[in-house]
């Protein structure tokens, strides 16, 4: 059983519990991919009055009460849940505590790459929903920081003689709407947006995984102290675009309905 299991999730927990001090400082991006995950509300008619926010990281819930929604944010962390302020509660994705036809809508943004079981998850998602409730998610999938995955090999393979799992693996797009299908949704849809990040420091791409919570958490990661040279010789590999290092965030936006009665 061990073996099927990809990440840690204590060190994902751990990871997210430091970053609820310091998600702020991401706080630009996090609520762009937001806004962009919502923006899909505004092509339904349907009215919605009761959503989860599942692991928001303090920007989706705000945006789902100004649409005039009640809002239970969830999310692994305790520290980064209580980041809401209003109702929320420390759940695990894998065993969420609520229960069936708990909410008509389920927002889960960049919160899901995470989790060992994400059929399972989404299966349990499902069964919160109220008959016609929708959910939207958004997940990093493959490409994401792929510049970053590149310069790091490279130089991994340089310094060390060797590679190991230093970011997350991330699934195929063509895979998104399959995996809603699969957990009982109906009219499945996976899209495709790219947000580039510039950084005029390429230090700060990793202070800001950091921030985020996003360090490497993989299961078979290397747990000794990596190479003095890995990093600045990984860093000065990363592709210039108008001078400044750049990465990529591919991030599938999905919706799936419950299906009605």
């Known amino acids: 059983m061990d073996s099927m299991l990809v990440f840690d999730r204590r060190a994902v927990r751990r990871h997210r519990d430091r970053a609820a001090r310091t998600i702020h400082l991401l706080a630009d991006v996090l609520r762009d991919a937001a806004e962009r995950l919502l923006d899909r509300l505004d092509d339904t008619n349907r009215r919605f009055t009761d959503a989860l926010d599942l692991g928001g990281r303090g920007a989706v819930a705000p945006l789902l009460?100004?649409?005039g929604l009640?809002?239970?944010s969830a999310d692994l962390s305790p520290g980064m849940a209580a980041l809401n302020a209003t109702a929320?509660?420390?759940?695990?994705?894998?065993?969420?505590p609520f229960a069936a036809a708990s909410f008509d809508l389920i927002v889960a943004s960049l919160?899901?790459?995470?989790i060992n079981d994400l059929p399972g998850a989404l299966l349990q998602l499902r069964h919160a929903l109220r008959p016609d409730g929708l959910?939207?998610?958004?997940?990093?999938?493959?490409?994401?920081?792929a510049e970053l995955r590149a310069a790091l090999s490279e130089a991994e393979a340089e310094t060390a003689g060797g590679v190991s799992p230093r970011i997350s693996p991330f699934p195929e797009l063509r895979d998104c709407a399959n995996l809603l299908q699969r957990a009982g949704f109906v009219l499945p849809v996976a899209d495709v947006e790219d947000i580039r990040l510039l950084y005029a420091d390429p230090a700060a791409v990793l202070t800001d995984l950091r921030a985020a919570g996003e360090t490497n958490a993989v299961r078979q990661r290397d747990r000794a102290i990596p190479p003095r040279a890995l990093f600045p010789t990984a860093l000065a590999r990363l592709p210039l675009q108008d001078g400044r290092v750049a990465v990529t965030l591919r991030m599938a936006v999905m919706t799936g309905w419950a299906p009605g009665r």
Not at 111 to 114: D, I, P, R, V
Not at 135 to 145: E, K, Q
């Open 111 to 114: 919160s899901l790459h995470w």
């Open 70 to 72: 009640r809002v239970i």
């Open 88 to 96: 929320c509660v420390a759940a695990d994705e894998e065993c969420l």
């Open 65 to 67: 009460r100004q649409r």
């Open 135 to 145: 959910l939207l998610a958004s997940l990093p999938v493959l490409g994401t920081l």
